[in-house]
């Protein structure tokens, strides 16, 4: 059994490796390889922006969170879909228009083109933002793949880390954004596949084996079968705001995900991409809730060590090996794509932001390429660590991460896109008080009263507010607009 996976698993790698070399051969500029260079289908970044956004998240850690909490988890999926909602629909056209309108390839330069009195501050401040939260964003998909081939193969976990690791530095060393992009396509479908196929599975061994799912929900107890998590009140209004509050991370402030908008074509990509993306949305979140009610009927909870493991345990018990190949790959390709978006962050903040942008240093494309390459493997290389020396779950650290960047930087985006007020003192004050907020409150028994998901966007937003109140922009508003007259 273990041979036949081994190989469909070593011809997927294959496959994707494939479709990364044959971008890589394509002659590229250093903004081809950051942001595509508009060359993108609408259709395929809404794929790519789909599987980046849920990663080992959605299939390791929402699948086992389900399976510990039961119906209650709903509001979690509820909130985040709302927000992915949102953010298509009236956010990404205008990411789009910005980046047109601003030349700009990353989210710390638009902030920083925006308010070019404040701008190399801005810029300075929302990079390091990102690299120290990345990082462990990074880590925590390296630390999933390790789960994965522990549960499949029972390989030595560190073995695992090191194998993804270098997937993942080959595919973004490859061809960059471009390269990147295809093979979240590619890995996206893996994923759909997954998410839609196992839950009939489970309902079928759950049928043919006469296994009540409503008597084995009451019977895990802790509220598992109750919408409400068994509480009532103010009880109930906590859990349901505080697993809600993933919303607030969607609202333009995750820079992996506002590149795929800001690769956008025109309009009518802009709605295609739309559509695709709300569509696989819901097939993938409604996938990956019903695995983990169905998983409560199948299995005791005392059965795992680490309920993250859920998902590759059910692939394995629930499917002939064949099967149990493809649809593991599904979730390595969730812990990839994301993986490589994220590197790729991180080395467009380093190579576009700090070196080209806030030093000034002069390079031809051939040698940003070259450098972005460095910064690709050397960021693998730093998550492969925080993977080794962590031993957070993939659920929390995920959470943090998201609070820690997109909490802060959507009041900043939001902001800088619908309210003329917002100055760059405000812009600062957003991005500082967002990561001081997040370090404190994930750190302090506060995170299990209010979670700073939200907290961290109502202080960020306040302080934007505030600040922006107290010091205008006045003076760079008319700078800009003259700046614009000229150039027209």
Known sequence: MENIIAVELILYFVLVFGVGYYFSRRKMTHSDFLLGGKQLPGWALAFSERATGESSWLLLGFTGFVFVNGLSSIWVISGMGLGIIVSWLFLAKKFMEERDKYDVLTLPDYLATRFPSHGKLIRYFVTILILVFFTFYLGAQIAGAGKTLLTTFNLNPIIGLLLCTAAVIVLAFLGGFVSVVWTDMIQSMMMLLTLTILPILAFIQIYTNDISLTAALDNAGNGVNSWTGG??????????????????????????????????????????????????????????????????????????????????????????PWISGILLAGILAAIITTADSQIMVVTSSVTEDIMNKSLKMKLSDKKWIFVSRIVIIASGMLGLIIALMSKSLVYAVVSWAWTGVGATLSPAILLTFFWKRYSGVGALATVASGLICTLIWINSPLEEILSSRFTTFFIASLFGIVFSLIYPDKAEKSIHHEKQVIES
Do not use: C, H
Not at 235 to 242: E, K, R, S, T
Not at 289 to 297: D, E, H, P, R, V
């Open 231 to 320: 509480l009532t009140g103010f009880a109930f209004g906590a859990l349901f705001f505080n697993n809600f509050t993933w919303f607030f991370g969607y609202l333009g402030g995750q820079p992996q995900l506002s590149s795929r908008f800001m690769a956008l074509k025109n309009p009518k990509e802009v709605k295609v991409a739309s559509i695709t993306g709300i569509v696989w949305m819901v097939l993938a979140f409604l996938g990956a809730f019903l695995i983990g009610i169905t998983a409560i009927a199948l299995y005791n909870s005392g059965e795992f060590t680490d309920v993250e493991t859920i998902l590759p345990t059910m692939i394995l018990d629930l499917t002939p």
